[in-house]
């Protein structure tokens, strides 16, 4: 699927653009989470969530991701990972910019693309309690903060994490 928003498409990833989407999260990755959760954290996190077998089975889990780019020449600039876990509730399970190009005006694009396209009632996401840029961006898009969550990751890690909701306004 292949869709234009402006300046930009969004096209959905299949198991050949794997090695597109972890470049990208690498990256930003990199360059955004060490000062939030430490390098060892981004590294562990990194390699159980972003190897070629564990986005594999998220796809195949039905996870859609999609890839944003500013045309198809070019390599992308972020992408997103959205499930419907009921019928018209979603979840955001990944939503990632590049960090160079945040505050751009990507993300809500990209944001208006999933609300256009997904037409949802209800999205719910996590995002690091420590992780203000997102979380702003959250607020000016319509979320709330439905909840605060620890998650055990393994190997000693957690996510210290607000659950936020998006809700349609019908």
């Not at 990972?81 to 399970?93: D, Q």
């Amino acid at each position: 699927m292949r869709y234009s928003y402006e300046y930009m498409q969004f096209i959905q990833a299949t198991l050949a653009d794997l090695d597109k989407i972890i470049v990208l999260a690498h990256k930003i990755w990199n360059d955004h989470y060490p000062e939030i959760i430490g390098q060892e954290q981004v590294d562990y996190m990194l390699k159980k969530m972003y190897d070629s077998e564990s986005l594999k089975q998220q796809i195949l889990n039905n996870d859609l991701f999609f890839i944003a780019y500013t045309n198809e020449n070019e390599a992308p600039i972020a992408f997103i990972s959205i499930k419907e876990v009921e019928n018209g509730s979603f979840f955001i399970h990944k939503f990632y910019v590049n960090t160079q190009i945040q505050r751009s005006g990507v993300g809500r694009a990209f944001f208006e693309f999933v609300v256009k396209n997904f037409n949802p009632e209800v999205i719910r996401l996590q995002v690091n309690r420590m992780n203000y840029k997102a979380i702003n961006f959250y607020f000016k898009n319509g979320f709330t903060i439905e909840k605060v969550a620890d998650f055990d990751i393994g190997d000693g890690y957690f996510m210290n994490d607000f659950v936020m909701i998006w809700e349609s306004i019908r």
